[in-house]
């Protein structure tokens, strides 16, 4: 599905610095495959996902998703962002529909799509509520229908429980799990919280920052349908324990360099 | 439904309490100390004389009104392509801004008299000089608004491959819309000042004409009625600016009054 072979991203920070956001990223991403990004804040995973959505072009390198070169934008992607940015202006309904008027694609061809779509994110009955009627987690459930409302093949999901209360965040996973055996996807999900990266995936891609690289990419052993309680399985801790090393190891070495 | 109905009443009748003690306590102090009328006068004279002149304030209001529309209709035609144009070109950002800001450092009063000799005495002077004080906060504010767009929406209508008119058009704009009306609401109460301070310079018609002329013969109250009647027409102006605000962004005015939660 996702090729990547040597992607690099350079950028010139605000100061005029050179900033190696992501150096030489290789990975392939099987046909409905769901893949955590972990790492701390500028490892770069936010631009990888941006990089492979075609909305970022990277430095070197090449991207590839379903064989083709990714130079732009394409409309077979569906985002999700840390924040919803629902429009307030629109219902439920009519938020999800956003992204079929954005496509220019016909509105009415979609409605019955969108309604099963709402129904299956628990929102039944909230199709004509606004966004300042829900809260943070339902206008999350709006955000995920608004980027699956035209049948993407791929889900880009950066941070996307990031804003909500640890609880909330804990079954919105599980709710995100739910659609996806439904609605098979292709998912990248950015987060910042180990248990969640392993918890959600088939693979964890753990990534150190300065410059953006794959520490390791691990495979989570776990059955499906997974469970909360997975969390106290000899595989997780294992798993968790592997990525908290790779990130706090590499953590410390720019400190010792006496480095901030 | 009392509470509910005094809760509602309440952004109303405190201020207009307010205002009617005032009166009611200058009405007493300036008999009391026998203030000389032609001086400052009473709010029963002022009231008085505005039934009186009635036919004719109404006239002269008239003409400010529509002064002061055409002004603010201006301002609105003209500043929001100025907004639009700066928010998403920089070449033209920095080639306009300097100079809008050039337009606002000069004193309007200073201009009027110039504008004046310009397009001469009628109306088009003072729609001018109304447009020059009151497009600014338009400018601005919708400039500001636009910018505001949440990049995440950017980056969504992009993956859509959508174009950048339609971004504008299904979220920028109605994105920017709570600005534009803020605006609108500054900037409509300037344009009635631009409108006064254009008649002041040169005009024989239109309520800064009235106060001009009643000060020149010491007719205190027709004056004083000619500053309510603007006080009413700019506080009219800026409360249908409201209206129209709740009708086109009712998820704004949710946003900022939540209902209280039921009891």
């Known amino acids: 599905m996702i090729s990547l072979a040597s992607v690099s991203k350079t950028y010139r920070s605000r100061h005029g610095d050179l900033v190696h956001a992501l150096d030489d990223v290789t990975l392939d991403v099987k046909d409905a495959e769901f893949v955590s990004l972990v790492g701390p804040s500028g490892c770069g995973k936010s631009t990888l996902l941006r990089v492979v959505g075609g909305l970022t072009p990277p430095s070197g390198g090449e991207v590839r998703v379903r064989g083709a070169e990714v130079r732009e934008p394409f409309p077979d992607v569906g985002i999700v962002f840390q924040s919803a940015v629902l429009l307030p202006w629109r219902s439920v309904l009519d938020n999800v529909l956003f992204s079929i008027e954005m496509l220019g694609r016909g509105r009415e061809a979609y409605r019955e799509r969108a309604l099963a779509l709402i129904e299956l994110a628990g929102l039944g009955g909230f199709e004509r509520r606004y966004p300042w009627e829900l809260s943070g987690g339902m206008q999350q459930r709006v955000a995920i229908c608004r980027a699956l409302i035209h049948d993407p093949g791929l889900l880009l999901m950066d941070e996307p429980f990031g804003a909500l209360d640890a609880m909330t965040r804990e079954e919105m996973g599980f709710e995100l799990l739910r659609i996806w055996e439904e609605r098979r996807k292709t998912i990248l999900f950015v987060t910042h919280s180990i248990p969640e990266a392993i918890l959600l995936a088939d693979r964890v891609v753990v990534m150190t920052p300065r410059p953006g690289r794959l520490a390791r990419v691990l495979e989570v052993g776990l059955p499906r349908p997974r469970t909360a309680d997975m969390e106290f399985d000899a595989r997780f801790r294992e798993a968790a324990e592997e990525i908290r090393r790779l990130i706090f190891v590499r953590r410390q070495e720019p400190a010792r360099a006496g480095r901030p | ?263």
């Open chain 2, 1 to 263: 439904m009392l509470a509910a109905l005094e809760r509602r009443a309440r952004p109303v009748l405190l201020p207009a309490g307010v205002l009617l003690g005032t009166l009611v306590v200058w009405e007493i102090a300036w008999r009391l100390f026998n203030v000389p009328r032609f001086v400052v006068p009473l709010p029963s004279g002022i009231i008085a004389e505005t039934w009186q002149w009635r036919g004719y304030l109404l006239g002269h209001s008239w003409v400010t009104l529509y002064e002061t529309l055409a002004g603010f209709g201006l301002s609105i035609a003209v500043g929001v392509p100025l907004a639009v144009v700066i928010v998403y070109s920089p070449v033209l950002r920095s080639a306009i801004y300097p100079l809008i800001v050039v337009t606002q450092a000069v004193p309007k009063v200073a201009i009027a008299p110039v504008l004046l000799l310009l397009l001469g005495a009628g109306a088009v002077s003072k729609v001018v000089v109304a447009f020059l004080v009151a497009f600014f906060p338009i400018v601005v504010d919708t400039a500001t608004g636009l910018a505001a767009t949440p990049t995440e929406l950017l980056d969504l209508s992009r993956s859509y491959r959508a174009n950048p008119f339609k971004t504008f058009v299904k979220v920028r704009f109605p994105m920017a819309l709570p600005f534009f009306f803020s605006g609108l609401k500054v900037s409509v109460t300037l344009a009635v000042i631009g409108a006064v301070v254009g008649e002041f310079v040169g005009s024989d018609r239109g309520l800064g004409y009235v106060i001009l002329s009643a000060t020149s013969y010491w007719k205190s109250n027709l004056a004083f009625a000619a500053i309510l009647l603007l006080a009413v027409m700019a506080v009219g102006l800026f409360g249908l600016v409201e209206l129209v605000e709740r009708l086109v962004c009712p998820w704004y005015v949710h946003a900022r009054e939540p209902d209280p939660p039921p009891a």
